[in-house]
Nanobody, 117 residues
């Protein structure tokens, strides 16, 4: 049974930090590209960051470059998103995605991040 489970969201003040985690099971994690997406209220889901299966390549949407860092631990079947210098516009539900191809594409249920004073 495939499971993708995010955690680590919460309420944080502007300028603060959070680390999101995503634990996967039920498939060969090391073969999958992992991504974080987010969806803010009233907006479409957007890609935040992606890391390739071996971790050799990472990319970020422009609005988070220099503030967010994606990483993975294939031994723990886990991908992380370290979020620093958080801004109110980072408020969203953050989703973890595991993708090998269009037929092997799994999503978590999301974790909510609220940046507010």
């Amino acid at each position: 049974q495939v499971q993708v489970v995010e955690s680590g969201g919460g309420l944080v003040q502007p300028g603060g930090s959070l680390r999101l985690s995503c634990v996967a099971s039920g498939f060969t994690f090391r073969d999958y590209r992992m991504s974080w997406y987010r969806q803010a209220p009233g907006k479409e889901r957007e890609l935040v960051s992606t890391i390739t299966s071996a971790g050799g390549f990472r990319n970020y949407t422009n609005s988070v470059k220099g503030r967010f860092t994606i990483s993975r631990d294939n031994a723990k079947n886990t991908v992380y998103l370290q979020m620093n210098s958080l801004k109110p516009e980072d408020t969203a539900v953050y989703y973890c995605n595991a993708r090998r191809n269009r037929n092997l594409d799994y999503w978590g249920q999301g974790t909510r991040v609220t940046v507010s004073s």
